[in-house]
């Protein structure tokens, strides 16, 4: 089992920036890919931005350039640095983790909230 805890959200103006954090804890020499998700009330959740235990990322197209995910492994924590935030990034953001037997774990999510 892995536990993960999210930290960092808020509310901010469009332009502004925040740092997402969700730290793993349990059975964390099992993780291996870590990523963000995000999700707005009646749509469909969407990819962020995901980091291999080696430390190749993937983006969505809607925050490339603009947002930026690392992991430190020593502290099997993984982050989402947002910057350039627009209203339309409004959502709650989730933390997922893949296992190396490729079991999935989520964080309870953080609220982003960007005005205009």
């Known amino acids: 089992q892995v536990q993960l805890v999210e930290s960092g959200g808020g509310l901010v103006q469009a332009g502004g920036s925040l740092r997402l954090s969700c730290a793993a804890s349990g059975s964390i020499f099992s993780i291996n890919d870590m990523g963000w998700y995000r999700q707005v009330p009646g749509k469909q959740r969407e990819l962020v931005a995901t980091i291999t235990r080696g430390g190749n990322t993937n983006y969505a197209d809607s925050v490339k350039g603009r947002f930026t995910i690392s992991r430190d492994n020593a502290k099997n924590t993984v982050y989402l640095q947002m910057n350039s935030l627009k209203p339309e990034d409004t959502a709650v953001y989730c933390c997922?983790?893949?296992?190396?037997?490729?079991?999935?774990?989520w964080g309870q999510g953080t609220q982003v909230t960007v005005s205009s």
């Open positions: 997922n983790v893949v296992t190396i037997v490729n079991k999935g774990y």
